[in-house]
Antibody, heavy 122, light 107 residues
Framework: QVQLQESGPGLVKPSETLSLTCAVS?????????WGWIRQPPGKGLEWIGS???????YYNPSLKSRVTISVDTSKNQFSLKLSSVTAADTAVYYC???????????????WGQGTLVTVSS | EIVLTQSPGTLSLSPGERATLSCRAS???????LAWYQQKFGQAPRLLIY???SRATGVPDRFRGSGSGTDFTLTISRLEPEDFAVYYC????????FGGGTKVEIK
């Protein structure tokens, strides 16, 4: 069974860089699939941030592209998110996720981490 | 960017009633690449429907997805107590975007 677990600081100062890692168990990232990051501000809806393949190929939400970097570390079976120049608007629960079937980078997500709340505040 | 508009914002119903949720796209969703998720408070979303009408593994058959082009519907035939939650649609035919959600609450 695929399991994903987000980790990282729960508090980030404005203008700094948010960094999160998603550790994957039960499946080798190198075996395939695009792995994604999605966020959800408190009380609001879902926003896709971006997705990455084990080769390093990435796709980003155009509205965040200038500030987002997603990377993968196959040796540790994990992938990471960096979001630069954060503001209070970036306060959200951040989820990592994987589709239930392969076949492209834009697919519905069937496996999700539990999510981690990141608050941007001084 | 395809914008998804979900309606109503809130649906107040009783257990046993039928729920009909709408997701309207600003332009046609290619290949009916539309999914529905259920999210309960404090939990990650759960995939219910993909490809507009295919149920994900383990999803009860009281959940039915339908529609094509720009208009999609999630129908819950008879609401069970565990079905009261927020539901989101997602289109994945042209990048990936989510709708704003519909909350199904107990009347």
């Amino acid at each position: 069974q695929v399991q994903l677990q987000e980790s990282g600081p729960g508090l980030v100062k404005p203008s700094e860089t948010l960094s999160l890692t998603c550790a994957v168990s039960g499946y080798s990232i190198s075996s395939g699939y695009y792995w994604g990051w999605i966020r959800q501000p408190p009380g609001k809806g879902l926003e896709w941030i971006g997705s990455i393949y084990h080769s390093g190929s990435t796709y980003y939400n155009p509205s965040l592209k200038s500030r987002v970097t997603i990377s993968v570390d196959t040796s540790k079976n994990q992938f990471s998110l960096k979001l630069s120049s954060v503001t209070a608007a970036d306060t959200a629960v951040y989820y990592c996720a994987r589709p239930g079937y392969s076949g492209g980078w834009s697919l519905p997500f069937d496996y999700w981490g539990q999510g981690t709340l990141v608050t941007v505040s001084s | 960017e395809i914008v998804l508009t979900q309606s109503p914002g809130t649906l107040s119903l009783s257990p046993g009633e039928r729920a009909t949720l709408s997701c309207r796209a600003s332009q046609s969703v290619s290949s009916n690449y539309l999914a529905w998720y259920q999210q309960k408070f404090g939990q990650a979303p759960r995939l219910l429907i993909y490809g507009a009408s295919s149920r994900a593994t383990g999803v009860p058959d009281r959940f039915r997805g339908s529609g094509s082009g720009t208009d999609f519907t999630l129908t819950i035939s008879r609401l069970e107590p565990e079905d009261f939650a927020v539901y989101y649609c997602q289109q994945y035919g042209s990048s990936t975007f989510f709708g704003g959600g519909t909350k199904v609450e107990i009347k």
